[in-house]
Antibody, heavy 118, light 107 residues
Framework: EVQLLESGGGFVQPGGSLRLSCAASGFTFSDFSMTWVRQAAGKGLEWVSTIRSSGDSTYYTDSVKGRFTISRDNSKNTLYLQMNSLAAEDTALYYC???????????WGQGTLVTVSS | EIVLTQSPATLSLSPGERATLSCRASQRVSSYFAWYQQKPGQAPRLLIYDASNRASGIPARFSGSGSGTDFTLTISSLEPEDFAVYYCQQRSNWPRTFGQGTKVELK
């Protein structure tokens, strides 16, 4: 059974940083691209970033380029999202998702909440 | 960026009725197109991929059609558990984009 367990969310002031983690199990992590998708309260889904299986290629939505960095450790079956220079508009539930490069968003974690506020 | 426009925003129906949801892309996406279902307090779930293929475990009452720029999700006979928000999504181009969602609510 595929399991994706996000952690690292929390409350941070504008301009601050957070690092999200996603522990994956139930599939061969190193074989699949991985993605972060976010959802502000009461709003729709927004793709944030995707990383290929080997980690050699990454993709970002324009609003986070230069501020967020997606990475992975295939030896630990873990996906990361380093978020810097956070702003109020980054407040959302962040989902870890299996797939995204040449596959659809096949499995989703339950999300970790990021709140940016002064 | 490919913009996906879903219609209607809200669909008010009764159990047993047929639901037809639409999504239009601002440019051609071939069949690199999916539908997701999201229930309150839950993560989204993949329903349909490549425009017309049901994902694993998805009941046969869900079907998808279309290609190019116009896509449809049909629920042939609504079950109580089908009342939810449905999103379309394309993986033809970067950035990956979602539609704004269609809420299927109980009439």
């Amino acid at each position: 059974e595929v399991q994706l367990l996000e952690s690292g969310g929390g409350f941070v002031q504008p301009g601050g940083s957070l690092r999200l983690s996603c522990a994956a199990s139930g599939f061969t992590f190193s074989d699949f691209s991985m993605t972060w998708v976010r959802q502000a309260a009461g709003k729709g889904l927004e793709w944030v970033s995707t990383i290929r299986s080997s980690g050699d290629s990454t993709y970002y939505t324009d609003s986070v380029k230069g501020r967020f960095t997606i990475s992975r450790d295939n030896s630990k079956n873990t996906l990361y999202l380093q978020m810097n220079s956070l702003a109020a508009e980054d407040t959302a539930l962040y989902y870890c998702v299996k797939g995204g490069y040449n596959r659809y968003f096949e499995y989703w974690g339950q999300g970790t909440l990021v709140t940016v506020s002064s | 960026e490919i913009v996906l426009t879903q219609s209607p925003a809200t669909l008010s129906l009764s159990p047993g009725e047929r639901a037809t949801l639409s999504c239009r892309a601002s440019q051609r996406v071939s069949s690199y197109f999916a539908w997701y279902q999201q229930k309150p307090g839950q993560a989204p779930r993949l329903l349909i991929y490549d425009a017309s293929n049901r994902a694993s475990g998805i009941p046969a009452r869900f079907s998808g059609s279309g290609s190019g720029t116009d896509f449809t999700l049909t629920i042939s006979s609504l079950e109580p558990e089908d009342f939810a928000v449905y999103y379309c999504q394309q993986r033809s181009n970067w950035p990956r984009t979602f539609g704004q969602g269609t809420k299927v609510e109980l009439k």
